[in-house]
Nanobody, 124 residues
Framework: QVQLVESGGGLVQVGGPLRPSCTASGGTFSRYTTGWFRQAPGKEREFVAT???????YYADSVKDRFTISRDNAKNTVNLQMNSLKPEDTAVYYC??????????????????WGQGTQVTVSS
């Protein structure tokens, strides 16, 4: 059973950076595809970014060129570097694991394990 814990959310001003992290126990990120999703109040959970076990990355159009997903194999963490933050980035951010090494998916229902989420609030 893989357990995921997010950290590093918080309150940031428009245009600022933030770097949430996801730590795994009971599994190794480098073997799987890891995704970040977010959910704003009253909205559905949406795909943000994903990193396959083989190292390929994919981003939602809304965050491309602003967000970067990366993995630290030594620490078994996956990070989401968020730059140039906008008020519409405000949401609870979740990391998730899909038990596949090569395949990426944007569909939340394909992911097998989820963290509890970390709040990101961008103030204007």
């Amino acid at each position: 059973q893989v357990q995921l814990v997010e950290s590093g959310g918080g309150l940031v001003q428009v245009g600022g950076p933030l770097r949430p992290s996801c730590t795994a126990s009971g599994g190794t990120f480098s073997r799987y595809t890891t995704g970040w999703f977010r959910q704003a109040p009253g909205k559905e959970r949406e795909f943000v970014a994903t990193l396959t076990g083989s190292g390929s990355t994919y981003y939602a159009d809304s965050v491309k060129d602003r967000f970067t997903i990366s993995r630290d194999n030594a620490k078994n963490t996956v990070n989401l570097q968020m730059n140039s933050l906008k008020p519409e980035d405000t949401a609870v951010y979740y990391c998730a694991v899909f038990r596949n090494f090569f395949v990426y998916t944007r569909s939340a229902q394909d992911y097998d394990y989820w963290g509890q989420g970390t709040q990101v609030t961008v103030s204007s």
